[in-house]
């Protein structure tokens, strides 16, 4: 079955600064898929970024970014210029390719310190 | 487009008892997933309709059933409720339901179980 783990229960960054998220997984597919969510205080979860597996490029969106290392297993999640909207519960999910369920780590609390 | 929605947002049973717990998707959406999120166990994926056919099932006891309607709401059914149903429980759709679709999720039912 596979896995994820996000070893880091809670994080905190300074506005402005720049925070990494980890994030590992396991799988024996060559083909899946790589998210990560974000959960505010009583808000709707939004999708993050996500990263194809077969894609070397790592995913960027605005001040997000993934550094994907496929060999490691390893999905962590960059934060650049944070924000105080930015603070927020944050899921690494992983997701085989075809109709199947995301797998989610068991989060990491962001707070964003002014 | 409106979001997915959840109805009732908050829940409080006492064991033994059962609910149900609505949930529409996108319009146009025909996938509908459910997933249990508590504390202890994180996020855990629960079933997946698409067409009105249960299309995946995680590994939940026979208490927690659903269906999906042939307008691609779903709902979801807990019998004989214990303490550890406590639970924010999430719904969310896509397309297809196949992982290359974002799925996209509802702001939740707080099921509390006394």
């Known amino acids: 079955a596979q896995t994820v783990t996000q070893s880091q229960p809670e994080m905190s960054v300074q506005e402005a600064e720049t925070v990494t998220l980890s994030c590992t997984y396991d799988?024996?597919?060559?083909?899946?898929?790589l998210f990560w969510y974000k959960q505010p205080p009583s808000r709707q979860m939004i999708l993050v970024i996500r990263?194809?597996?077969?894609?070397?490029q790592n995913a960027t969106e605005n001040r997000f970014s993934v550094n994907f290392q496929k060999a490691a297993k390893s999905f962590s999640l960059k934060i650049s210029d944070s924000q105080l909207g930015d603070a927020a519960m944050y899921f690494c999910?992983?997701?085989?390719?075809?109709?199947?369920?995301?797998?989610f780590g068991k989060g990491t609390r962001l707070s964003v310190i002014a | 487009k409106a979001g997915v929605t959840q109805t009732p947002r908050y829940l409080i049973k006492t064991r033994g008892q059962q609910v149900t717990l609505s949930c529409s998707p996108i319009s146009g959406h025909r996938s509908v997933s459910w997933y249990q999120q508590t504390p202890g166990q994180g996020l855990q994926f629960l079933f997946e309709y698409f067409s009105e056919t249960q299309r995946n099932k995680g590994n939940f006891p026979g208490r927690f059933s659903g269906r999906q309607f042939s307008n691609s709401r779903s709902e979801m059914n807990v019998s004989t409720l214990e303490l550890g149903d406590s639970a924010l429980y999430l719904c969310?759709?896509?397309?297809?339901?196949?992982?290359?679709?974002?799925?996209?999720f509802g702001p939740g039912t707080r099921l509390t179980v006394l």
């Open positions: 799988t024996s597919e060559s083909d899946y898929y």
């Open positions: 969310a759709s896509s397309t297809t339901g196949n992982s290359y679709n974002e799925q996209f």
């Open positions: 999910a992983y997701r085989r390719s075809g109709n199947t369920p995301l797998v």
């Open positions: 990263q194809e597996a077969y894609k070397q």
